[in-house]
């Protein structure tokens, strides 16, 4: 017999993907098991597909699978 105890969902600590390209933050995001929502800012002086906002911020508590809004420098 396997017992197996858990402690609930893991709670991760969010990374700062601020000022990274969308395919790198996507993919540190898809690593630690959360997911990516997009906006898009037309209005950003930034380089085209650069993340310049994040919510929830750099540093939040976040159980594992949640989703993580990027908002990202050009358009769709």
Request: hydrophobic share 45%.
């Amino acid at each position: 017999v396997a017992l197996v105890v858990s402690a609930g969902p893991t709670e991760l600590s969010l990374p700062d993907v601020v000022g990274r390209d969308l395919s790198t933050a996507r993919g540190t995001l898809e690593q630690l098991g959360l997911s990516a929502a997009v906006e898009f800012d037309s209005l950003s002086t930034l380089p085209a597909g650069t993340v310049v906002a994040q919510s929830p911020a750099a540093g939040t508590a976040i159980a594992g699978g949640a989703s993580v809004t990027l908002r990202v420098s050009g358009r769709p």
